[in-house]
C-alpha cells in the first residue's frame, strides 16, 4: 500500500510541468512530414552579424535578400564545406525551406499544424511566411509551435519556414562561453574575435535533428506521464494524461503487451493499471528477454463541441524500478553494475547532426563490446537514440549540457534560472523513458566555488522534485574535499586520469591513486561510485612497448591498471564504471589535441583500437558474472 501511495506522489510531482512535449508519432489522427533534406542557408557575416535581422531576412525567400548555399538537415553547419571561415563562424546563421502542406491540413479548421524543431544550437528564432512563431534557448531539447492558424490565414501562399540560429555561448548559456574581442591592431585585424568555452569537444551549431510538421486534432493529448513499479509478479503502471484544447473529453487507456493483446485499460485520464504476470524492462545481458516494452494507447475524444475527431497516441511503456542504497544501485531489486562507455554525438562530415547509420552502427558496436549503459555526455542525446536504449536495455545516465561551468559569475542567478529550466524541459523530455535511470545535472563544474553550493543544492533539489523516481548526480573532476555540490547528489561520479594528466607516463601510480580516490570520497559521503570517466588518448597505429602515451600499448595498460582496482572495490560500493570515450571525436584546436581527442577506444570512424579488445573482454566477463547472459551469448562473448 505504501509502495502504491509513493507511485501516486510520485506522478503528481512529475505532472508539475504544464506543457508537454511528447515525441511526434503517426496515429490514426496524427500525420506526419519531415522535412529533413537540403534547405537554403545564408551566415550572417556582417560586423555585428545582425544584419538579417535589421534588413528582415525573414519577410521574402532568403535567396531575394544574397547568395545561398545547400545545407542538408538534420546537421551541423560546420564540416560541410571548404570554407574554414563557415567551419569557426560565430553568430547567427539563417536557414530556410519552403514546403507544400497538403490542403485538407489547411482546410480542416480543426486539425493542430504544428512545426517541430529536434534541436538547433545554440539559440533559434523560427518564422513562417515572414511571421515570427516561436523562439528557444539551448541546444540539444525539442521546441516548438503551433502554425495552422497562421496558414490558414492565407491559405494561397505557400509555407516558408526560415529559422535563423546563433551558436554564440556567454556567462549565462548552458554550456557557458566568454566572446573576447582582440583589440590589439599590431596583432589583430579589426573586429576580430573569438569564443572561449572550457568543454572539451567542437561546438558545433546548426540544426542538428530533425525539423517537421505533424498534425492532431483540436482537442488532444498534450501530454502522458508514467510511473512504474512492481509486487511479486503484478507490475503497476501509474498514468496520468493531460489533455488540451476541450474541457470535457472521454478518454480510453489500453495497455497492450509486445503483441498488441490489450491487457487493461481504464475510462480515466489518471490512474493505476496493474499488469498480471508482468515482463519487467531489464538491461542488456542482465536477462534473456531486456528491454521489453508495453504500448500504453491513449485514445481521446471532446464530448463538447471543441473537437468532432478523436486522438490517438501510443507510448511504450518498460515496467522496472531504480533504487541506490549506500553501496550498490538497483534495477528491479537486482543490483545492477554499470560497464559502458561515455558518448559524444560526433562524427565526420555531419558533425552533431542525427545519422540513422551512425547510430545503428553505434548500438551495434556497444552490444559488440558488451556494454550495458552510457552516459550522454555532455548533454541530452536525440530522443531517437533514448528509444533505441529502451528497446535494446542499454541503461542511461542522461546528462544536462551544464559542461564547462568555471566561471564564478555563471553561478549566479541567470545562470541557475535556466539550468533550472533546462531541466525542466529535460526532464518533461525524457521521463517516460525506462532506459533513463539517472540525471546528472552538469559535468565537472568548478564547485569549490563558494555559490556552487547554494547552485546545486537547488538544482538538485529541483530536479528531485520534477522527479522523484530516479536519483540525481552531477560530474565532479575528483576535487575531494573541496565539492561543495556533492553531499546533495545521490551517487557520487567521479572522473580522473592518472598517469595522463597527472604523473604522465606513470602508469604505476594508478593502482595507488585510484584506490585513495575511492576511499576519500566513500569514506566522507558513504555513497556508491561510478568512475564516470577515465582513460588516454591514442593516435591510432602507434605503438611502443614498453607502452608510452599515446600508443594503442599505453591505453590499455592504463586501461588495465584501472580494472584492477575497480574489481576490488565493486565488491565494496563502486557501482560502474564508464569509459572516456567510446570514439574519438572533434575538439576545437590547441596543443593538446591531435584533431580532436583521441580517448576513444573506436576511432572516429568506429574501428577498433587494441583497447577494445580489452574492454569487450572484460565487459562481458562482469556481464556473466553480475547478470543472466542468454544461452547464445555466454561468455567468451560471439565474435
Ligand atoms: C574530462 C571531461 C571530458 C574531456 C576529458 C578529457 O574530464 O569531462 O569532456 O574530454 O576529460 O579527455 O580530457
Known amino acids: 500500500m505504501l509502495r502504491v501511495l509513493w507511485l501516486f506522489a510520485a506522478l503528481d510531482a512529475v505532472l508539475l510541468l504544464d506543457t508537454g512535449m511528447l515525441f511526434p508519432r503517426e496515429s490514426s489522427s496524427r500525420e506526419l512530414k519531415e522535412l529533413n533534406g537540403l534547405w537554403a542557408f545564408r551566415a550572417d557575416r556582417s560586423p555585428n552579424r545582425n544584419q538579417g535581422f535589421e534588413s528582415a531576412w525573414y519577410k521574402s525567400r532568403l535567396a531575394e535578400t544574397g547568395p545561398v548555399i545547400d545545407m542538408p538537415v538534420p546537421a551541423s553547419y560546420n564540416d560541410i564545406t571548404q570554407d574554414p571561415t563557415l567551419r569557426d563562424f560565430i553568430g547567427w546563421v539563417w536557414y530556410e525551406r519552403e514546403v507544400t502542406v497538403p490542403t485538407r491540413w489547411i482546410t480542416d479548421d480543426g486539425l493542430r499544424v504544428v512545426l517541430r524543431v529536434g534541436s538547433a544550437h545554440y539559440y533559434s528564432v523560427v518564422w513562417v511566411n515572414g511571421v515570427k512563431v516561436t523562439e528557444h534557448e539551448g541546444?540539444?531539447?525539442?521546441?516548438?509551435?503551433?502554425?495552422?492558424?497562421?496558414?490558414?490565414?492565407?491559405?494561397?501562399?505557400?509555407?516558408?519556414?526560415?529559422?535563423?540560429?546563433?551558436?554564440?555561448?556567454?556567462?549565462?548559456?548552458?554550456?557557458?562561453?566568454?566572446?573576447?574581442?582582440?583589440?590589439?591592431?599590431?596583432r589583430y585585424p579589426a573586429g576580430f574575435f573569438v569564443q572561449n568555452t572550457n568543454f572539451d569537444f567542437f561546438n558545433y551549431a546548426g540544426i542538428h535533428r530533425p525539423v517537421l510538421l505533424y498534425t492532431t486534432p483540436k482537442a488532444y493529448v498534450d501530454d502522458i506521464t508514467v510511473v512504474t513499479d512492481f509486487l511479486d509478479d503484478t507490475g503497476l503502471v501509474r498514468y496520468g494524461v493531460s489533455v488540451k484544447g476541450t474541457t470535457s473529453a472521454t478518454m480510453k487507456v489500453t495497455l497492450m503487451d509486445k503483441g498488441g493483446h490489450c491487457i487493461v485499460s481504464s475510462n480515466q485520464a489518471s490512474g493505476m493499471l496493474k499488469v498480471p504476470n508482468v515482463n519487467l524492462?531489464?538491461?542488456?545481458?542482465?536477462?534473456?528477454?531486456?528491454?521489453?516494452?508495453?504500448?500504453?494507447?491513449?485514445?481521446?475524444?471532446?464530448?463538447?463541441?471543441?473537437?468532432?475527431?478523436?486522438?490517438?497516441?501510443?507510448?511504450?511503456?518498460?515496467?522496472?524500478?531504480?533504487?541506490?542504497?549506500?553501496?550498490?544501485?538497483?534495477?528491479?531489486?537486482?543490483?545492477?553494475?554499470?560497464?559502458?562507455?561515455?558518448?559524444?554525438?560526433?562524427?565526420?562530415?555531419?558533425?552533431?547532426?542525427?545519422?540513422?547509420?551512425?547510430?545503428?552502427?553505434?548500438?551495434n558496436l556497444m552490444k559488440w563490446l558488451g556494454a550495458n549503459s552510457f552516459r550522454t555526455?555532455?548533454?541530452?542525446?536525440?530522443?531517437?537514440?533514448?528509444?533505441?536504449?529502451?528497446?535494446?536495455?542499454?541503461?542511461?545516465?542522461?546528462?544536462?549540457?551544464?559542461?564547462?561551468?568555471?566561471d564564478i559569475r555563471s553561478f549566479g542567478n541567470a545562470s541557475l534560472t535556466h539550468h533550472l529550466a533546462v531541466m525542466d524541459e529535460l526532464v518533461r523530455r525524457d521521463?517516460?523513458?525506462?532506459?533513463?535511470?539517472?540525471?546528472?545535472?552538469?559535468?565537472?563544474?568548478?564547485?569549490?566555488?563558494?555559490?556552487?553550493?547554494?547552485?546545486?543544492?537547488?538544482?538538485?533539489?529541483?530536479?528531485?522534485?520534477?522527479?522523484?523516481?530516479?536519483?540525481?548526480?552531477?560530474?565532479?573532476?575528483?576535487?575531494?574535499?573541496?565539492?561543495?555540490?556533492?553531499?546533495?547528489?545521490?551517487?557520487?561520479?567521479?572522473?580522473?586520469?592518472?598517469?595522463?594528466?597527472?604523473?604522465?607516463?606513470?602508469?604505476?601510480?594508478?593502482?595507488?591513486?585510484?584506490?585513495?580516490?575511492?576511499?576519500?570520497?566513500?569514506?566522507?559521503?558513504?555513497?556508491?561510485?561510478?568512475?564516470?570517466?577515465?582513460?588516454?588518448?591514442?593516435?591510432?597505429?602507434?605503438?611502443?612497448?614498453?607502452?608510452?602515451?599515446?600508443?594503442e600499448e599505453y591505453q590499455k595498460v592504463v586501461l588495465q591498471q584501472?580494472?584492477?582496482?575497480?574489481?576490488?572495490?565493486?565488491?565494496?560500493?563502486?557501482?560502474?564504471?564508464?569509459?572516456?570515450?567510446?570514439?574519438?571525436?572533434?575538439?576545437?584546436?590547441?596543443?593538446?589535441?591531435?584533431?580532436?581527442?583521441?580517448?576513444?577506444?573506436?576511432?572516429?570512424?568506429?574501428?577498433?583500437?587494441?583497447?577494445?579488445?580489452?574492454?569487450?573482454?572484460?565487459?562481458?566477463?562482469?556481464?556473466?558474472?553480475?547478470?543472466?547472459?542468454?544461452?547464445?551469448?555466454?561468455?567468451?562473448?560471439?565474435?
Not at 574492454?615 to 543472466?628: C, D, I, S, V
Open 377 to 406: 555526455s555532455h548533454y541530452p542525446y536525440a530522443e531517437e537514440i533514448l528509444q533505441m536504449c529502451d528497446r535494446h536495455g542499454i541503461v542511461v545516465i542522461d546528462e544536462s549540457p551544464g559542461v564547462g561551468i568555471k
Open 562 to 639: 584501472y580494472h584492477g582496482v575497480f574489481d576490488q572495490k565493486r565488491k565494496k560500493y563502486v557501482i560502474g564504471e564508464l569509459i572516456w570515450n567510446f570514439a574519438d571525436f572533434m575538439t576545437t584546436q590547441g596543443i593538446t589535441r591531435v584533431v580532436g581527442n583521441k580517448k576513444g577506444i573506436f576511432t572516429r570512424q568506429r574501428q577498433p583500437k587494441a583497447a577494445a579488445f580489452i574492454l569487450k573482454e572484460r565487459y562481458w566477463r562482469l556481464a556473466n558474472e553480475t547478470g543472466t547472459l542468454p544461452l547464445w551469448t555466454k561468455y567468451p562473448c560471439p565474435l
Open 139 to 186: 541546444g540539444h531539447l525539442p521546441f516548438e509551435a503551433e502554425i495552422g492558424t497562421l496558414l490558414r490565414k492565407d491559405p494561397t501562399m505557400p509555407c516558408r519556414i526560415t529559422i535563423a540560429v546563433n551558436n554564440t555561448l556567454d556567462l549565462h548559456t548552458l554550456p557557458p562561453g566568454t566572446i573576447q574581442y582582440m583589440t590589439d591592431r599590431t
Open 431 to 551: 521521463k517516460n523513458h525506462p532506459s533513463v535511470v539517472m540525471w546528472s545535472v552538469a559535468n565537472e563544474p568548478a564547485a569549490e566555488m563558494p555559490p556552487a553550493e547554494n547552485y546545486f543544492k537547488t538544482l538538485i533539489k529541483h530536479t528531485k522534485a520534477l522527479d522523484p523516481t530516479r536519483p540525481v548526480t552531477y560530474i565532479t573532476d575528483s576535487n575531494f574535499s573541496r565539492d561543495k555540490g556533492a553531499p546533495f547528489v545521490d551517487v557520487i561520479c567521479v572522473n580522473s586520469y592518472f598517469s595522463w594528466y597527472h604523473d604522465p607516463g606513470h602508469v604505476e601510480v594508478i593502482p595507488l591513486q585510484l584506490n585513495t580516490q575511492f576511499e576519500d570520497w566513500y569514506g566522507k559521503y558513504k555513497k556508491p561510485i561510478i568512475q564516470s570517466e577515465y582513460g588516454a588518448d591514442v593516435v591510432p597505429g602507434l605503438h611502443n612497448d614498453p607502452p608510452v602515451m599515446f600508443t
Open 281 to 363: 524492462w531489464w538491461p542488456y545481458l542482465m536477462h534473456e528477454n531486456p528491454g521489453y516494452l508495453y504500448s500504453l494507447e491513449v485514445r481521446l475524444k471532446a464530448s463538447d463541441a471543441s473537437s468532432t475527431s478523436e486522438d490517438v497516441y501510443t507510448l511504450p511503456v518498460g515496467i522496472r524500478t531504480v533504487n541506490v542504497s549506500s553501496t550498490q544501485f538497483f534495477i528491479n531489486n537486482k543490483p545492477f553494475y554499470f560497464h559502458g562507455v561515455n558518448k559524444h554525438e560526433d562524427a565526420d562530415i555531419r558533425g552533431k547532426g542525427l545519422d540513422w547509420p551512425l547510430i545503428v552502427k553505434d548500438f
